[in-house]
């Protein structure tokens, strides 16, 4: 799979897939050993284990930052 | 007398989030038999690089009636919690709104939308509470968290915004239940499409996803989908669906 992330102006690792590329979010997360399942109330995507559910994302304008270095 | 009681930026990333402060705080006020709490909303605000939030940028809002020698109580409690119980680094703020001594309805709506939209300052928020009579406090770090916490307030007073915190539980030997069975839960409104139609109470709703509604026209409404025009039923909407509320 191809690097989906990028390094924002603030340095930080952001997402390039946007807000609803839910495959390669689920993608990333099933391989990532740093997933943590977010609060209920913070759940967007309908497959649990994806990086717009993870408690170690932080939203951004346009798509997401992981915060896990 | 009713208020609205909503709070922001809470949490951080390894801590509980500000939901499960804000249903502390309405148990609290519950346990102590200071008034009865109503459901919590979640209110997206912002996204934007120049605001300070932890991961989501949501503050989180509950209605109460309370007895109004209470008022003082619950206001002094919350804010000790807040300082006690908010995470490191956090700058939580908490917002008080006694609806019926409210000065301008309108004007907080508008901050609670303009806060979806633009940055805005602690000087805006705090002019704005002290313009309109409610209370507004800062408990710890920058104290930022008042922003949210006044936009949340105007927002829940919309009617028209924001997910009820939680799910429902639905105790049924079956997954698909009538409309009128859905609405004798407490918490349960109303039925809807995603179209704003309201569901007759004869009407099946098969539900294959957790159980969540959404505040519209000041009511608890579960949102529901046909995934096929031909399909007797309808659906509970996916946590994608809701997403936008």
């Known amino acids: 799979m191809k690097d989906m992330f990028n390094i924002n102006k603030l340095g930080n690792k952001e997402f390039n897939g946007g807000k609803e590329d839910w495959v390669h979010a689920k993608l990333i997360a099933e391989k990532c050993d740093s997933f943590k399942l977010d609060d209920e109330d913070e759940l967007v995507a309908d497959d649990l284990r994806s990086c717009y559910n993870c408690r170690y994302r932080r939203w951004t304008d346009k798509s997401f930052s992981c915060t896990k270095k | ?245």
């Open chain 2, 1 to 245: 007398m009713q208020i609205l009681l909503c709070i922001d930026d809470t949490d951080n990333i390894e801590s509980a989030g500000t939901g499960e402060l804000a249903e502390s705080i309405a148990k609290t006020i519950e346990e102590k038999g200071w008034g009865k709490c109503y459901g919590i909303t979640r209110h997206q605000l912002l996204i934007h690089e120049d605001i300070p939030y932890t991961s989501h940028n949501s503050s989180m809002c509950f209605k109460a009636d309370i007895k109004s020698e209470y008022l003082r109580k619950i206001i002094e409690f919350s804010s000790n919690f807040l300082l006690k119980e908010s995470a490191t680094g956090s700058d939580p703020g908490l917002c008080v709104v006694v609806v019926d001594k409210l000065l301008d309805r309108q004007k907080l709506i508008d901050f609670g939308y303009k806060a979806k939209k633009c940055v805005l300052t602690k000087d805006e928020a705090y002019k704005l509470a002290n313009d309109l009579n409610l209370h507004l406090s800062e408990h710890g770090g920058t104290g930022q968290g008042i922003i949210g916490a006044l936009a949340g307030v105007g927002l829940r007073l919309t009617g028209n915004n924001g997910r009820f915190k939680g799910k429902h539980k639905i105790n049924a030997d079956h997954s698909i239940l009538s409309v009128k069975e859905l609405c004798s839960y407490p918490g349960i409104d109303i039925v809807k499409s995603l179209d704003g139609e309201i569901i007759n109470a004869s009407e099946m709703v098969l539900l294959s996803e957790k159980v969540k509604t959404v505040l519209l026209e000041d009511k608890s409404v579960l949102l529901v989908y046909k995934k096929n025009d031909n399909d007797g039923f309808w659906n509970n909407c996916t946590k994608q669906q809701l997403r936008s509320y």
